[in-house]
């Protein structure tokens, strides 16, 4: 037989749970500010719920009457630089970041400050997506910001904001403030893997992020015992090594002291804790029906939580504690309920029986675009350079060691970057050597992750959003960011726009093309064609080292989210820098003619500017080449592209990469709309097949683009300008 030893999970795991003495000696102060929080929020819940079932509220109001004991019994006591974010569900705890922030030690018996009326207003603006909104109705119900109070912005996916509160509680820890992170998601939340893996990296890096569960018993109608088998949800941070508390969220003061416990560890430099906190909505996940009307629950239940509510126990035990009496706890409800019906009447107007937003309310439509990206004022008065005008001395050099070096030049400069990957800290750089150096000179700046890109590309929006520090991460493959889609697109890439144009996105990500490598069909994407999808991202991908120093310092000096596409080809490559300076930029919407020619016009990028010019070299055509080097629709460069097209009138796009995600049917798109009466011919195209390279080398050779299509897609251009190139195939494609 063999011998079974039990374990135990390193991390403590225990229930806290508050006593009636604990509820007599507690601060009386506390006990007040609590209540006064969680009225508030109630009667704010109210007013939303009243207005949502108006038809007043655009989209879901996920109300979170029921729950306040969590947010309150939290929030109250933390540091005005504590940073909160949320999920869908977040007013409560928004609001009472917020409330702490405006009226610290809020007073159930005072009348509200005019700060908190404004609070009050603008928070409901928000949610009725208005102007005076924190993000000028942008972000609504679910994208709740006000950064200067640390709520820094709750979240429509289910985790999504999980690994950007990891980015906040990171800066934290660098700047060694001793502030907290935290982050409140519900018991649907705790199984996707955004929170399963930023537990992990949170603790694996020993961040000062709590992970806050509102265990609130349903995930829609799906309950927690149909959805997991470990049904104590604290349990999952024992599994990280994270300790972890299980308390009853209806109970304000044990939330409270649970807290109490979990901050001591996260400002001892003890890394992250987990509380799950027992709660119930009192509604249905949004609107003003009860759950039990829709038959997942019964209304004996929602009695029963209902019993326990803890504005109700708070009320009693202050009066029974002589603290307050009955007519103070009826006139809070009151204030509390007139405060709302005042922020109400800013916002909607009577038009016979019923209530409309008042028009000027509304977000002047002009606005609908505006702020997806920074006006790049940040890099005016930065030095530009091009290497065909450089007046100072060029040497040689091989472009990955150009990458290492502009990085380490940089961080040299700014303590503020740090960069994140795999294995980008060993190896000798990372599986390219691109980040050489960097991890023996700024071994607390360069940073190996765990294989967790969702993880680690969530933190770094965390920590730019954050802006003490500025983030580089690279993906040792674009196909990782299907992993990471979530951050990358839906966070990252929307977050500036999405909460009212004000929130600069500075981060870089470095990834490469590798296709000819034998990787196969999940590591050959080129991500140009997907990531011009998402317009906050800028998206640069230089073909010489010259360039990529340039435009990797415009990268790291704006305010934006860009993406670096890099080029196992060209690697090894050489090409001339200049000798000691790394200091210079090439500005984003600048194309490079990199041969002047009249007959045609080649755009491209990237290593197929090299395979473009021999193609053109060997059939001695009179092509123009533009290397487009920035990509996204603001970085096109319609000076130099238009000034050729209605030079040549013939236009040839070449890439490399699969048809499928290619990025010049977008190119392509955006030039019939502004140049079709210059066109002789529909644009030509050169790129991979459909499917993406696959592993046996024939068929992966088969499904890219080389200079032998590009040779075959010139063929096709000329042939269709009438003319043909001999033994070259000349029917249009
Ligand atoms: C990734 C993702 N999947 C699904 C949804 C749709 N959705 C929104 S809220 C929700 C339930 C979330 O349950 P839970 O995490 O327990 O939070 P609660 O609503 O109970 O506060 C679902 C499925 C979503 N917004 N994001």
Redesign the pocket.
């Known amino acids: 037989m063999p011998e079974t030893i039990a374990l135990h999970p390193a991390a403590p795991w225990v229930e806290l749970k508050s006593t009636e003495a604990d509820w007599a000696a507690a601060d009386p102060a506390l006990l007040k500010e609590l209540l006064a929080q969680m009225a508030l929020i109630r009667a704010f819940e109210e007013k939303v719920l009243e207005l949502a079932g108006e038809g007043l509220v655009h989209g879901p109001a ?1 109300s979170s009457i029921g ?1 306040e004991g969590g947010a309150a019994g939290s929030i109250v006591g933390l540091r005005p630089t504590d940073q909160v974010n949320g ?3 977040g007013h409560h705890q928004f609001l009472a970041k917020a409330l702490a922030y405006v009226a610290p030690g809020l007073d159930p018996t005072a009348p509200l400050s005019d700060d908190t009326h404004a609070l009050l207003h603008r928070s409901l603006a928000e949610i009725l997506g208005l102007e005076p909104g924190f993000g000028h109705g942008r972000g609504g119900s679910m994208h709740l910001r006000w950064g200067e109070a640390g709520a820094i912005g709750t979240n ?5 904001g999980v690994p950007l509160a990891a980015g906040a509680a990171f800066a934290h820890k660098r700047a060694g403030t001793g502030d907290v992170a935290i982050s409140y ?6 199984n ?1 893997g955004a929170v399963l893996e930023t537990m992990n990296l949170a603790a694996a890096w020993d961040l000062p992020l709590l992970f806050f569960i ?7 109608a ?1 309950t ?1 015992e149909e959805a997991t088998r470990e049904t104590r949800l604290s349990g999952r941070g024992t599994g990280f090594g994270i300790p972890s508390f299980k308390v009853d969220g209806m109970d304000p003061l044990a939330v409270h002291l649970a807290t109490q416990e979990a901050l001591k560890i996260m400002r001892a430099g003890k890394g992250p804790a987990v509380i799950e906190a027992d709660v119930y ?1 009192y509604f249905h ?1 949004n609107g003003p029906l009860p759950g039990s009307a829709f038959g997942y629950r019964t209304k004996e239940e929602e009695a029963q939580w209902r019993a326990r509510d803890p504005i109700k126990r708070t009320g009693a035990v202050l009066v029974a504690r002589g603290v307050l009496t009955q007519d103070d706890l009826d006139a809070l409800t009151e204030r509390a309920q007139a405060a709302m019906a005042d922020a109400a009447a800013r916002l909607v107007e009577p038009v016979g029986n019923k209530r409309r937003v008042k028009p000027d309310m509304w977000p002047d439509v002009s606005f609908v675009d505006e702020g997806i990206r920074g006006d790049l004022s940040e890099l005016s008065g930065k030095r530009a350079e091009e290497e065909a005008t450089y007046r100072g001395g060029l040497s040689e050099r091989k472009f990955v060691d150009a990458i290492a070096d502009v990085l380490h030049r940089r961080f040299e400069t700014d303590e503020r970057f740090v960069i994140m990957g795999e294995d980008i800290h060993k190896l000798k750089g990372g599986t390219n050597g691109a980040t050489r150096g960097l991890a023996a000179a700024f071994p607390d700046r360069c940073l190996g992750t765990p294989i967790s890109e969702g993880a680690f590309a969530g933190l770094a929006g965390g920590i730019a959003m954050d802006r003490r520090y500025r983030p580089i991460i690279e993906f040792m493959y674009p196909d990782f960011m299907w992993v990471a889609a ?1 951050p990358v697109f839906n966070q990252i890439g929307k977050a500036r726009h999405m909460f009212g144009a004000d929130v600069p996105v500075p981060l870089v990500l470095r990834t490469k093309i590798a296709m000819g490598t034998g990787y196969g069909s999940q590591h050959s994407l080129d991500p140009a064609g997907v990531f011009a999808t998402s317009p906050g991202w800028r998206i640069v991908a230089p073909s010489t080292p010259f360039d990529y120093i340039g435009l990797m310092n415009a990268a790291l000096a704006c305010e934006d989210p860009v993406l670096v596409i890099e080029h196992v080809d060209l690697y090894q490559t050489s090409g001339a820098i200049p000798d000691g300076d790394l200091d210079y930029i090439i500005p984003f919407g600048k194309a490079k003619v990199v041969r002047p020619g009249g007959e045609l016009t080649i755009l491209t990028y990237s290593a197929m500017v090299h395979r473009s010019r021999e193609a053109v070299e060997e059939l001695g055509l009179d092509a123009e080449i533009i290397d487009l080097r920035s990509l996204d629709r603001a970085g096109l460069d319609w000076d130099t592209i238009g000034e050729s097209i209605m030079k040549t009138n013939n236009v040839l796009i070449v890439e490399q990469g699969s048809l499928s995600t290619s990025y010049g049917g977008f190119l392509a798109d955006e030039i019939q709309r502004r140049y079709l009466d210059w066109l002789d011919q529909p644009i030509q195209r050169v790129t991979g097949k459909i499917a993406s390279p696959t592993i046996s080398k024939v068929l992966e050779r088969a499904a890219f683009a080389g200079k032998e299509e590009v040779i075959a897609g010139l063929a096709v251009t000329m042939a269709a300008k009438g003319m043909p190139l001999p033994g070259l195939p000349g029917a249009a494609r």
Request: aromatic content about 6%; proline content about 0%; charged content about 15%.
């Open positions: 996920h729950q999920s869908h569900r429509a996916i289910v985790g999504g998601f519900g018991d649907g939340a705790v996707i509102e265990n609130n018993g349903y995930a829609v799906t927690v909505r996940q979530d």
